[in-house]
């Protein structure tokens, strides 16, 4: 699998902020998902985005992949919002899909 | 669809005994993924099945682990006799094809004591 790399590890929030999350990968990506690990332990799907932009609510992403990295803005952030978010990519031609170490992100009220 | 739904959510047994974790895939998911969560370790795949045959499990961390997959619609996560570093979050996970979205299931917490 490839190698993901999460920053930063930990981001603590004043409600109603913004806020960018990064995801570096060591090689070229097919697959490249957005999840977020709530307090019960689910692993939420946010975005399946091998590339370009999408938006959702106050959620979006941007993957470049020719950079090889991908972006997860929050804005107007909301105490739901805490929690785990991992990035996670697959290689070309292959079926593992790797994560990185996650961003533990704290909104607080 | 209910999405991928896995049994127990959790489960605490003893050392030494043996332990079945169970997942239904999305239905028309020709792919199953099984993964395990620890603090040390993340995410880490432990083997995939492709149309019900198991294609890669070079991730499965010893011989006490074994997975089948009888049909479409069921799997299973053998833990034989388990340990304590066995204690983890399994998850299930399917998708259409490869390299397409993975779903996950909600997880099973395993505690062996």
């Known amino acids: 699998g490839i190698q993901v790399e999460q920053s930063p590890p930990d981001l603590i929030l004043q409600e109603g902020a913004n806020s960018t999350l990064r995801c570096n990968f060591s090689?070229?990506?097919?697959?490249l998902q957005w999840f977020h690990q709530n307090p019960w332990g689910q692993l939420i799907n946010l975005f399946y985005?091998?590339?370009g932009t999408k938006q959702n609510g106050r959620l979006s992403a941007t993957t470049v992949a020719t950079e090889r990295y991908s972006l997860l803005y929050i804005s107007s952030s909301q105490t739901t919002d805490s929690g785990v978010y991992f990035c996670a990519g697959v290689r070309s031609n292959d079926y593992k899909l790797s994560f990185g170490a996650g961003t533990t992100v704290t909104v607080r009220a | 669809d209910a999405g991928v739904i896995q049994s127990p959510r959790h489960e605490v047994t003893e050392m030494g005994q043996e332990v079945t974790l169970r997942c239904k895939p999305i239905s028309g998911h020709d792919y199953l993924f099984w993964y395990r969560q620890t603090m040390m370790r993340g995410l880490e795949l432990l083997i995939y099945f492709n149309n019900n045959v198991p294609i890669d499990d070079s991730g499965m961390p010893e011989d006490r682990f074994s997975a089948k997959m009888p049909n479409a619609s069921f799997s299973t996560l053998k833990i034989q006799p388990s340990e304590p570093r066995d204690s983890a979050v399994y998850f299930c996970a399917s998708s259409y094809a490869m390299n397409t979205e993975a779903f996950f299931g909600q997880g099973t917490r395993l505690t062996v004591v």
């Open positions: 985005i091998p590339s």
């Open positions: 090689d070229s990506v097919n697959n």
